[in-house]
């Protein structure tokens, strides 16, 4: 199964920032993912990154607000620029294995926006 | 559109309960349906899947029939223990680059 780290675990940002979130793969990934959670919410998807090509975005994201970047087959970091409280959550990296197709989590990043 | 629909919580169960947490999906195709856990302050776990009508998944002492004729993947255990409180999310498709869709979750607390 493949681990998954990311960096930083939680942060406190201003508003008007913006904060780069890294996610660290064990092992060589096509397809990953960056979800969002809201406090006591389900998970949506924000984009699905595969590298090597543009990340595709979500009805309601946009690659101004949620860069992304995937130089290679185990890395991806999210960017969520010019921040306000309403981007406080938890955002999580996520890779589907090539061969078991087995979809797995980072532990994620809670942001906190102030 | 796919979706996941999964009771709502919170579910409060004593020690040694059954658990049963409900999930129905709508679907075009033959999704796989899975079960994802997520203990406080942590990711999501694939708890078990299942890849095909009348498959079960089990792990941990959860086990999920996939349910075609009912569109249901509900999930059971026997025995809850405290350690088994968290978030239990259903989920479909996932497979092959097809986005995966999450139900809203289902959060348990098993009571000593």
């Known amino acids: 199964s493949a681990v998954i780290s990311q960096k930083p675990s939680r942060d406190i940002c201003q508003r008007g920032t913006s904060l780069t979130i890294q996610c660290q793969v064990d092992?060589?990934?096509?397809?990953m993912f960056w979800y969002r959670q809201q406090p006591g919410q389900s998970l949506t998807l924000i984009a699905t990154a595969n590298q090597g090509s543009e990340a595709t975005y979500e009805s309601g994201f946009v690659i101004d607000k949620f860069p992304i970047s995937r130089p290679n087959l185990t890395f991806s970091t999210l960017t969520v620029s010019n921040m306000s409280p309403e981007d406080s959550s938890i955002y999580l990296c996520s890779v589907e294995e090539d061969i078991s197709y087995e979809q797995y989590f980072g532990p994620g990043t809670r942001l906190t926006v102030t | 559109g796919d979706s996941v629909t999964q009771m709502e919580g919170p579910v409060t169960l004593s020690e040694e309960a059954f658990l049963t947490i409900n999930c129905t999906y709508t679907?075009?195709?033959?999704?796989?349906l899975f079960w994802y856990v997520q203990y406080p302050g942590e990711g999501l776990q694939l708890l078990l899947k299942?890849?095909?009508?009348?498959d079960k998944g089990s792990n941990k002492g959860f086990e999920a029939t996939y349910r075609k004729e009912t569109t249901s993947f509900h999930l059971e255990k026997g025995s809850v223990q405290v350690s088994d409180s968290a978030v239990y999310f259903c989920a479909l498709g996932g497979t092959g680059g097809f986005k995966t869709i999450f139900g809203a979750g289902t959060r348990l607390f098993v009571k000593a």
């Open positions: 299942a890849t095909k009508a009348d």
């Open positions: 679907a075009t195709g033959y999704p796989s």
């Open positions: 092992s060589q990934v096509t397809m």
